[in-house]
């Protein structure tokens, strides 16, 4: 069933909020 579009889903989902982790460890001085 829709297999390809719900790992899209996940990556528009999990991709900013990854982002936005690596944007504040990074600004908080690089630590996770």
């Known amino acids: 069933i829709g297999l390809k579009r719900s790992i ?3 990556f528009f989902v999990v991709g900013p ?10 600004s908080l001085g690089g630590s996770p």
Do not use: E, K, P
């Open 8 to 10: 899209v889903v996940v």
């Open 17 to 26: 909020i990854i982002a936005a982790m690596v944007i504040l460890g990074s």
